[in-house]
């Protein structure tokens, strides 16, 4: 490497590199490495579109699997995550048609989050909006099994759109019967409580009011108790505390943290609540117990190098999964409070990106900040493939991910669903 040069390999020589500034010919480090992920990015692009998908284990294909199954050489479970692996490497892309009652309205924003509910019926969607603000809308799957991938939008035209960092299925009444949405004002910020069934396309007259709405300082995170000790309660991570609220009787509870709580969630089985922060700690509170001051509530203390941007347990509960700033996504053992698995190859420096954890096929799926979607074998941290961004990167067009075996509900299609810019794309198995 030469100061204020860059070494072009097609052209076999070497490139003075201007200040950024230059309006005539900017040539930078930062558009050289642009152009190079760019040209990586449209090459995996044209590999997909010609099929050319190899499985990452050697020798593994359906017949050598099923083969080794009628020989008793694989239990079931090895076999069916084996297959699973299989699947995702045949995984091709179609784009979903979007339908709206309000067709004026239907792929003109771009997609910020999706969130699918616990069955995988129905998506809560953001969508970034031209004057600044946001706009929600709901998308029912159920259209996603038929041979045109066709989704009904429903839009709530009747809330105002504050931007949203942070937002969670809640089930109040019901399962998934509620939505927390964790937005900024100018300041302060707001976390709010909304009934799913504002966005239908019933009578406007029927529509229920909000259920909970209060300012509090930038939100970063929230979540949902299911735990019947901790019954309609919800956390919302914010700056250096964390707070409780119990949405029907307003009871709030407030813990006192040394950093930015930037993700959260609930466990099921204990009434327990688990905190990532900017710091790189990860700990847990036990809800049930009254305020304290100091630290001395914490009970499980983890820590990364990093800030911690999305927290997962695991059905059992013995394990987290946790990503952070520095690209690190790393299995705990909360019964050792060690790191039991670290996943190679995500890309992050900034963003607050989730993970998605489906024990049931053994896959971890995460979108990096470069914009390519990874999928891990949980089992053994195996980097299952890697799917390139139809749209070209940049920090406003990065994908937002759910994956399921159930998208539609039970008898629904299994694959993947990616929202990037104003489309939505469904990765279905073959």
Known sequence: ELPGFYYDSEKNRYFRLLP?????????????????MECKRLRLLEEEEKQKKKTTRAGLNSSMLLQKRQLGLLSSTSYCRLVHELKVNCMQR??????????????????????????????????????????????????????????????????????????CWASLTHPDSHLCLMGIAETP???????ASLFSSTNPGDRPGMLCSFKISTAW??????NPQADNCFSTGLTRR???????????????????????????????????????EI???????????????????????SAVTSIR??????????????????????????????????????AVLPLHV???????????QDCYTRIWSLQDAHLLRTIPSPHPSSKDAIPSVVFSSKLGGSRGVPGLLMAVKQDLYHFSYN
């Open 20 to 36: 950024g500034h230059n309006n005539y010919n900017p040539l930078t480090k930062e558009s050289i490495q642009y152009k190079a």
């Open 94 to 167: 179609r784009k979903i048609e979007i339908h709206s009652p309000d067709s004026s309205v239907a792929g003109t924003n771009n997609f910020k989050i999706i969130v699918a509910d616990v069955a995988c019926e129905r998506i809560f969607t953001v969508n970034d909006v031209e004057h600044g603000g946001c706009k929600y809308g709901i998308i029912n799957l159920s259209g996603l099994g038929k041979e045109s991938l066709t989704v009904e939008m429903y839009d709530n035209l009747y809330f105002t759109n504050r931007k949203v960092n942070s937002v």
């Open 189 to 195: 910020g707001c976390a709010s409580l909304l009934p």
């Open 221 to 226: 995170s929230c979540a949902w108790c299911l």
């Open 242 to 280: 964390v707070l409780v609220t119990n949405v029907v009787t307003g009871h709030r509870q407030t813990f006192g943290t040394s950093s930015d709580v930037l993700a959260q969630q609930f466990a099921t089985q204990t009434p327990v609540l688990y905190n990532g922060c900017r710091s790189g």
């Open 283 to 305: 700990f847990s509170i036990d809800v049930r117990q009254r305020n304290r001051k100091g630290q001395s509530w914490k009970a499980i203390r983890l820590f990364h190098d």
């Open 313 to 350: 347990l695991l059905e059992a509960e013995h394990y987290v999964m946790a990503a952070d700033m520095a690209g690190k996504i790393k299995l705990w053992d909360l019964r050792t409070a060690k790191c039991v698995k670290q996943y190679e190859g995500h890309h992050n420096e900034y």
């Open 358 to 368: 489906n024990e049931e096929e053994g896959l971890l799926t995460a979108v990096g």
